[in-house]
């Protein structure tokens, strides 16, 4: 029962970081620092996510709103939690951001192995020529025996 709390409440904690980025980015500050949602931006916001509110939808949004179409911050909040469009759009917003952390990772693990293969060829290249010649090998491999250090290189 515990793991089925925490994978709902995380799941909710999703959704409110959602609607609170979604009201930022459609948000208007008036002077006296209250923050109001703006509908027409809202709408644009989901559209440029290929997502349609129903009508239905709309219409609760205008009739929250006021005569300049602001809607306040804590109205528009719990507008959003029982909204599917909201919810739709929080999903794919959470979708775009973890493949994009995915793919910029995967970046950087792939920088570092090649930091780490260039430092280990540099150890290698003591003349700093950019090629490994015969006496740099021999001295790196010296902990190997004689025969096997030349067998090695023969197979190079």
Known sequence: ???????????????????????????????????NVDV????????????K???KEVAKMEKLADKNRKISKEDFV?????????????DKTAKE????????TAVKIDAVKIDKAL?????????NSGFVDRDEFLTFTSNLPAKQREKLLRNL
């Open 119 to 127: 430092a280990a060829f540099k150890a290698i290249d003591k003349d």
């Open 40 to 51: 027409c931006m809202v709408v644009n916001q989901l559209e440029k996510m290929n997502i």
């Open 97 to 104: 951001n973890q493949s994009q952390s995915t793919r910029t």
């Open 1 to 35: 029962m515990a793991v089925f709390s925490a994978i709902k409440n995380k799941k909710n904690q999703k959704l409110r970081e959602g609607i609170e980025d979604l009201a930022l980015k459609c948000g208007d500050v008036t002077k006296k620092d209250e923050g």
């Open 78 to 90: 719990s507008y959003c939690k029982h909204s599917k469009g909201i919810k739709e759009y929080v």
């Open 53 to 55: 509110l129903e009508e």
